[in-house]
């Protein structure tokens, strides 16, 4: 589940912008280019709905890069795992991981010009 900060920081549009810029990013380097319409990032439930219909299509439909994409991601392997051991739904639970990594990488990039690390 995604943790409350991350939740309350995806409804400031600018904040969900370079959120979304980031994963796209992420996606990009392995060759899977994201579109999302702009309505769709005011909406929290509605941008992880998108992001979950990405990964289960990339688990479907190019299994192979979905190894690079968690390495780019820079989820750990342990997390991976336990996602795909336990959840009832891994495509959903990977997406809410790439989701929480890519916010999180966004707050450190903000905190760091902010001289707050």
């Not at 995604?2 to 979304?20: D, H, K």
């Not at 795992?81 to 959903?92: C, G, I, K, M, Y």
């Amino acid at each position: 589940m995604l943790n409350n900060e991350i939740i309350e920081r995806l409804q400031e549009n600018q904040f969900a912008t370079a959120t979304f810029s980031q994963l796209q990013k992420d996606f990009l380097r392995v060759g899977i280019e994201l579109v999302l319409p702009d309505e769709i990032l005011e909406n929290p439930k509605e941008f992880l709905d998108y992001l979950t219909n990405e990964v289960e299509l990339v688990m479907n439909e190019a299994p192979h890069l979905l190894s690079q994409l968690l390495y780019i991601a820079d989820l750990p392997e342990s997390q991976v795992n336990q996602l795909f051991d336990e959840a009832e739904q891994p495509h959903r639970s990977l997406s809410e991981a790439l989701l929480r990594r890519a916010a999180q990488k966004v707050l450190y990039r903000e905190k760091y010009k902010l001289g707050s690390l």
